[in-house]
């Protein structure tokens, strides 16, 4: 537990910062500071950091990037970081663009679920918010579908005047295919001038294009599900829809349970606050495991009350650096 109680037991993992997308609200702008590998942890290393934090209570570990389906070693460090004793879950967070040439691999390693960016259905818009192609997302979601993982599930990040008419599409769109969708609220962990406050859209405002709030019927946590979405159900639609509200909800951290390991080895207690533990320097000087159980303890006694996204201002590291 942390020093306010609150069990931490979901390390979030940046296996890349590279990414074969540039989205509005992740990536800096391209003259800006580069983006690429850098000196990123070992596949070794990731295993070490791993089987520390299972040691120490952690259950969940979500691989992100970047994109993470960039990283050439990715089934194989599933197929260890699922066998490490107390991980109950293996999840990953990708943009989708390499997913159906490579979901039945993920599948075969052992990863337990998938969930996939998708922030419009308009094909052209989709390009204009990331660069990439929004077949090869579609084919990726049904492929995922295909190798028969146990838990999909797509995201999309609330942009007011460019995806805003996308929110009602998007959840016929998980609808018909019996997948919950989250919508997300844009946080300010880009160095790009893109995202802005006049790019700000509220999930209530989001939600009443949905429907009026007393159609919105609370769904009961789920045993595997460990993220911070509040789920309802519309019953006229079938739909299961999340709502990530990190900056509308003063009670968003309350029980919040994670950590971050950016690609290139620093400890996050918080992805809104600059603080960071140098994990990378502690495994590569020594070859204990205990001085890596030490620096994920002092981290979660680091851990903040609540995040600062309200007052960091600009952001320390664009949110391809942090993993999600």
């Not at 390390?11 to 800096?28: G, I």
């Not at 663009?97 to 990863?111: D, E, K, M, T, V």
């Not at 769109?173 to 995202?195: D, V």
Request: charged share 25%; net charge positive; proline share 8%.
């Amino acid at each position: 537990m942390d020093r306010f109680g609150r069990t931490i037991d979901y390390l979030r993992v940046s296996v890349t910062c590279r990414c074969n997308e540039r989205c509005l609200y992740c990536m800096p702008e391209p003259n800006g500071r580069p983006v690429g590998n850098g000196d990123c942890l070992t596949a070794n290393e990731i295993l070490r950091v791993v089987q520390a934090a299972a040691s120490l209570g952690f259950r969940k570990i979500r691989l992100t990037g970047g994109e993470p389906l960039m990283r050439p070693d990715l089934c194989d460090l599933i197929r260890q970081a699922a066998a490490v004793p107390g991980i109950e879950g293996i999840g990953l967070s990708t943009n989708g663009l390499r997913l159906a040439s490579i979901a039945p691999s993920l599948a075969a390693a052992g990863l337990g679920g998938v969930n996939v960016s998708l922030d419009t259905l308009d094909p052209v818009a989709y390009r204009r918010m990331t660069g990439g192609d929004l077949q090869r997302v579609l084919d990726g979601i049904r492929a995922a579908q295909t190798a028969g993982f146990a838990r999909i599930k797509l995201n999309c990040v609330l942009m007011r005047g460019i995806n805003e008419d996308q929110i009602e599409p998007l959840a016929r769109f998980a609808a018909a295919r019996g997948l919950p969708i989250r919508f997300i609220e844009l946080m300010p962990i880009t160095t790009s001038k893109a995202p802005g406050r006049l790019r700000f859209l509220p999930a209530e405002e989001a939600m009443a294009r949905l429907g009026p709030p007393d159609a919105w019927i609370p769904s009961p946590r789920s045993s595997g599900d460990w993220g911070p979405a509040r789920y309802y159900r519309l019953p006229d639609r079938d739909a299961s829809i999340g709502w990530i509200r990190p900056l509308t909800d003063p009670r968003f951290c309350d029980s919040c349970n994670r950590m971050r390991l950016t690609a290139d080895g620093q400890l996050m207690p918080c992805l809104g606050d600059p603080t960071e533990f140098d994990l990378r320097r502690i495994l590569r000087q020594s070859a204990s495991d205990e001085p890596v159980r030490d620096c994920l303890s002092q981290a979660i006694a680091a851990k903040p009350r609540q995040h600062r996204f309200n007052r960091l201002g600009q952001p320390c590291r664009p949110m391809c650096t942090v993993g999600g």
